[in-house]
């Protein structure tokens, strides 16, 4: 009995002293950014994966002056197919779980639906869906992640960052993760937007160590907002009306905002507060929009002669800022209109406030909303006039 008590124990020991699925740290590459393309040629995806190269980012390393990531493509009918594919060029295993970022194409998003290109995502216990997501527009994805930065090694980080540091600084750009795209996917009543970025400069020199060793460098820069309807992209949102999208959906950290104060010249109100509140009815069978925005700032910059410790030049500059603002909403809402695309998720509203009328509404309801009466009220509050009052004689 002993004997194989004592047979039973070394058995067991045996059995917990070793991991069967291990894998090696110099078996597998791990994918931080992720670009996804199609090729209309061959009918076929195109994923772009950039890897790190360790040898090149070591605290101390024996790099060999090489880039410090490495980016490499595969192509199949399916974005799983083009994954598994990635085994036939790349010598080592694919870890998806440190995706920092994914890049969209623009011929991709206006050929294919949204929910055909994250339904993987969502599926795959592998990827985080907090990642955030980009339209690449006017350049093809593997130009746009070729190109090498000076601030950053690794290239799509540099982009990560532009939209955080964008949406903290301007309010026209906002970080749209997988999980956004996939909630106004399946939610009625509200379309999908993502940031856009294009490329600027000469893409070979872009690509190479040059441009991180030249002052002209070839850089990726923010370029507007795509629009979508039924997961499509239709359009761009550009310039100031960005700032609608953000003002509306409550997502505005900080924003900037030029005010005329003469023929020829502008003061600048630096808007560090800002609070929207929408309500929508339908009234004779039209959607009626009512946008309330209240905020206030400082003025940052100011270019007239005027005296600003003077309550009503105050108050004059509160009214024209009043009418700035609203005048950038009203426009984001009019090219959303014509777009046919509610990207401000009015319908969600009409939905939780009268779902009755929701219900008779929804089947039309981004005809509906292209044809809506919108009425916008701001009240602007200018509470600091920074360090100085006297303006400077001009």
Same mark, same amino acid.
């Given at each position: 009995m002993r004997t194989k008590i004592s047979f039973l124990i070394i #058995?067991?020991? #045996?059995?917990?002293?070793?991991?069967? &699925?291990?894998?090696?740290?110099?078996? *597998? @590459? *791990?994918?931080?950014? /992720?670009? *996804? =393309? %199609?090729? !209309?040629?061959? =009918?076929? %995806?195109?994923?772009? %994966?950039?890897?790190?190269? !360790?040898?090149? &980012? @070591? @605290?101390?390393?024996?790099?060999? +002056? +090489?880039? !410090?990531?490495? &980016? %490499?493509? $595969?192509? +199949?009918?399916? /974005? $799983?197919e083009a994954a598994g594919n990635a085994s036939n060029i790349f010598p080592r295993k694919n870890i998806y779980s440190h995706i920092q970022l994914v890049l969209i194409s623009e011929q991709l998003a206006k050929k294919e639906s949204l929910n055909f290109i994250f339904d993987v995502f969502e599926r795959d216990a592998g990827v985080r869906v907090n990642v955030p997501v980009l339209i690449t527009r006017n350049a093809d994805i593997k130009t746009t992640m070729d190109i090498l930065s000076s601030v950053d090694k690794i290239p799509v980080r540099t982009l990560v960052g532009k939209v955080k540091n964008a949406s903290k600084v301007l309010g026209e750009y906002g970080e749209i993760k997988i999980y956004d795209i996939i909630e106004n996917l399946t939610n009625a009543g509200s379309e999908p937007t993502i940031s856009g970025i294009s490329i600027t400069g000469n893409p070979k020199t872009g690509a190479s160590k040059k441009n991180i060793e030249s002052m002209q460098k070839t850089f990726v820069f923010l370029n507007g907002i795509a629009v979508f309807r039924k997961g499509k992209l239709v359009g761009w949102i550009d310039g100031k009306k960005q700032k609608s999208l953000q003002i509306i959906k409550n997502n505005i950290q900080i924003s900037s905002l030029r005010i005329h104060c003469d023929e020829k010249r502008y003061n600048n109100l630096l808007v560090n507060h800002l609070k929207s509140k929408s309500k929508v009815d339908m009234q004779n069978s039209q959607a009626v929009i009512t946008i309330q925005v209240n905020g206030f700032g400082t003025l940052s910059e100011l270019l007239c002669n005027k005296d600003i410790s003077k309550r009503e030049v105050i108050k004059e500059y509160e009214r024209r800022s009043e009418r700035e603002l609203e005048k950038e909403i009203k426009d984001g809402i009019i090219v959303a209109q014509k777009l046919e695309s509610d990207v401000f998720g009015f319908g969600e509203i009409l939905r939780d406030t009268h779902p009755k009328k929701w219900r008779k509404s929804k089947q039309q309801w981004n005809k509906l909303f292209s044809q809506a009466k919108v009425h916008i009220q701001v009240n602007l509050n200018i509470e600091g006039t920074g360090m100085r009052i006297k303006p400077y004689p001009y």
């Amino acid at each position: 009995m002993r004997t194989k008590i004592s047979f039973l124990i070394i #058995f067991l020991l #045996f059995g917990l002293t070793g991991c069967s &699925n291990y894998t090696e740290l110099n078996e *597998i @590459a *791990i994918v931080l950014g /992720l670009g *996804i =393309d %199609y090729i !209309p040629e061959k =009918d076929v %995806y195109e994923i772009t %994966y950039q890897v790190v190269n !360790p040898s090149e &980012n @070591a @605290a101390r390393g024996t790099g060999s +002056g +090489g880039t !410090p990531v490495v &980016n %490499y493509q $595969s192509r +199949g009918k399916t /974005l $799983s197919e083009a994954a598994g594919n990635a085994s036939n060029i790349f010598p080592r295993k694919n870890i998806y779980s440190h995706i920092q970022l994914v890049l969209i194409s623009e011929q991709l998003a206006k050929k294919e639906s949204l929910n055909f290109i994250f339904d993987v995502f969502e599926r795959d216990a592998g990827v985080r869906v907090n990642v955030p997501v980009l339209i690449t527009r006017n350049a093809d994805i593997k130009t746009t992640m070729d190109i090498l930065s000076s601030v950053d090694k690794i290239p799509v980080r540099t982009l990560v960052g532009k939209v955080k540091n964008a949406s903290k600084v301007l309010g026209e750009y906002g970080e749209i993760k997988i999980y956004d795209i996939i909630e106004n996917l399946t939610n009625a009543g509200s379309e999908p937007t993502i940031s856009g970025i294009s490329i600027t400069g000469n893409p070979k020199t872009g690509a190479s160590k040059k441009n991180i060793e030249s002052m002209q460098k070839t850089f990726v820069f923010l370029n507007g907002i795509a629009v979508f309807r039924k997961g499509k992209l239709v359009g761009w949102i550009d310039g100031k009306k960005q700032k609608s999208l953000q003002i509306i959906k409550n997502n505005i950290q900080i924003s900037s905002l030029r005010i005329h104060c003469d023929e020829k010249r502008y003061n600048n109100l630096l808007v560090n507060h800002l609070k929207s509140k929408s309500k929508v009815d339908m009234q004779n069978s039209q959607a009626v929009i009512t946008i309330q925005v209240n905020g206030f700032g400082t003025l940052s910059e100011l270019l007239c002669n005027k005296d600003i410790s003077k309550r009503e030049v105050i108050k004059e500059y509160e009214r024209r800022s009043e009418r700035e603002l609203e005048k950038e909403i009203k426009d984001g809402i009019i090219v959303a209109q014509k777009l046919e695309s509610d990207v401000f998720g009015f319908g969600e509203i009409l939905r939780d406030t009268h779902p009755k009328k929701w219900r008779k509404s929804k089947q039309q309801w981004n005809k509906l909303f292209s044809q809506a009466k919108v009425h916008i009220q701001v009240n602007l509050n200018i509470e600091g006039t920074g360090m100085r009052i006297k303006p400077y004689p001009y």
